[in-house]
């Protein structure tokens, strides 16, 4: 299988660098996968997981955000926040998750409403996932 150049960063450090085959993006607009030779795109992350496949097998990756870029260079993740799934602190996610239901409570009905809600989702999701009672 073909392969292409994927870089991993959060404002933390740089997560991952190298050669991959597919990776599977958690996007604000749905999930996609991207093979060598994608077309360019720029797109959103929402809160999920990010899987990257490559010779030395399939890895998992929190994101909690941020910006992913196809390029003729391959793809970049910028990454408000991400994690492996073994070394992610469930901790920030659970306390992510009580600050936006309180938010939530507070909230008049209308479409900001509507947006906190599904991103709320996105971290309940991710929570489902790192106890593994989610199928991904």
């Not at 404002?11 to 990776?23: A, I, N, T, Y």
């Amino acid at each position: 299988m073909a392969t292409f150049h994927l870089d991993l960063v959060s404002p933390e450090k740089l997560l991952f660098s190298g050669e991959v085959e597919q990776v599977d993006v958690p996007g604000a607009e749905g999930d996609f996968g991207v093979l060598a030779g994608h077309a360019p795109i720029v797109a959103t992350l929402r809160p999920g997981i990010l899987t990257v496949q490559g010779a030395g097998g399939e890895q998992k990756i929190v994101v909690l955000g941020g910006f992913a870029e196809v390029s003729a260079q391959g793809l970049t993740v910028l990454a408000d926040v991400a994690e492996t799934v073994a070394d992610i602190d469930r901790a920030i996610v659970a306390n992510q998750i009580s600050e936006m239901e309180k938010r939530i409570a507070q909230m008049e009905p209308g479409s900001e409403l509507d947006k906190a809600i599904t991103r709320l989702d996105h971290f309940k999701e991710v929570d489902r996932h790192l106890t593994g009672t989610a199928i991904h």
